[in-house]
């Protein structure tokens, strides 16, 4: 377990290194990364582009005429 003190340094490491203005940024990229990490893992798709079987799409319609 990290002391109070393991927590300043790690900090003031975390500052020296990056600058203060660019804290904000990695902190915003870290949590969208863990976001979408979760969100990978969960199995649920934003959306679904895969058509329904059995449903011919405008573009193979118009890719095969002799059928209409």
């Given at each position: 377990m990290l002391g109070w003190t393991e927590i300043l340094l790690?900090?003031?490491?975390i500052v020296i290194?990056?600058?203060a203005n660019k804290i904000p940024q990695l902190g915003?990229?870290?949590g969208e990364g863990i976001r979408n990490f979760?969100?990978?893992t969960s199995g649920q798709d934003?959306?679904?582009v895969t058509p329904?079987?059995?449903r011919i799409t405008e573009a193979e319609d118009?890719?095969?005429p002799a059928k209409s």
């Open positions: 790690l900090t003031l490491v290194l990056f600058g915003r990229a870290l979760k969100r990978s934003e959306i679904d329904p079987k059995g118009s890719k095969n």
